[in-house]
């Protein structure tokens, strides 16, 4: 998609743009390289390639684009076990659905097409794109381990809003949020859903099949992704606390 030529002015965006600001995500990021061992030189260069990416391919989208197709009532899909149940059983046409990476897979086989995806693109790459080709908005996160991902892919997708964790460049955003179900929540909030409701965000023990394409099978929740779980309750606590929508889940204990 090409944008009119006047989008395509740069601004350095005040760092009050955001309702995470840098200042308020930067001390969890810390925490999260120190914890997780990443490289923020590394989570730099990740957005810059990005950056480039974008600019050469022609198919990234601004902040603007995205604020038209989230409304006021959003359902944020993650990758837990009780996606599958969720999806049987309820109905979800009064919101904007947006899929954290992997759960894609999930609303595909439901017959549900995302209006946005969020992805570090580490789900099942031919899912991203078929939802895709459908309509699905992406937004691509960066960091330091998936340049790789981003160079074989984004050369083949459109309508892209890019994302870092590090400081936040012109046409790459940062709304805050670490793992793609919790950085899918900040997004929605920040660009005006009001009513977000989680659905298959169930953390715990067990790691949603959906959520990597070598995964078979539900599984037993591994040490770097019970971190990245924590992290990513702790970060929805501080947005329930400090963010302006209400936010609920569409609990397990409903499921079966
Ligand atoms: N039990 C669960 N299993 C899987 N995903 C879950 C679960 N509970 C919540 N989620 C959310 O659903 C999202 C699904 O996205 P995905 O599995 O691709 O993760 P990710 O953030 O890319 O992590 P990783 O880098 O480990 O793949 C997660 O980011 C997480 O926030
Ligand atoms: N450097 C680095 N950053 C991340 C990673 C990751 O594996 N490495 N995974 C994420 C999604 O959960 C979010 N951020
Ligand atoms: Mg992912």
Known sequence: MKLAPFQKTFINLPSNCTHMKWEDWEPFY??????????????RKSAELLRS????????ILREELDAVIGRKAYVFGAGPSLENALKEFDFSDGTLISADGATTALLDFGLVPDVIVTDLDGRISDIKLANDKGSFLVVHAHGDNRDKLVSYVPFLSRILGTCQTEPLDIIYNFGGFTDGDRAVFL???????????????????????SKPSLKEHSLVWESKRKKFEFARELLEWLEKNGRARIEYLSPELMD
């Open 53 to 60: 990416l974008l600019l050469e391919g022609d198919e990234y």
């Open 188 to 210: 929605a909030e920040e660009l005006g859903a009001r009513e977000i409701t989680l659905v298959g965000f169930d953390f715990g023990d067990i790691v949603g099949k959906w």
């Open 30 to 43: 810390l925490r999260i390289v120190r914890e997780m061992g990443y490289s923020i030189e590394e989570d």
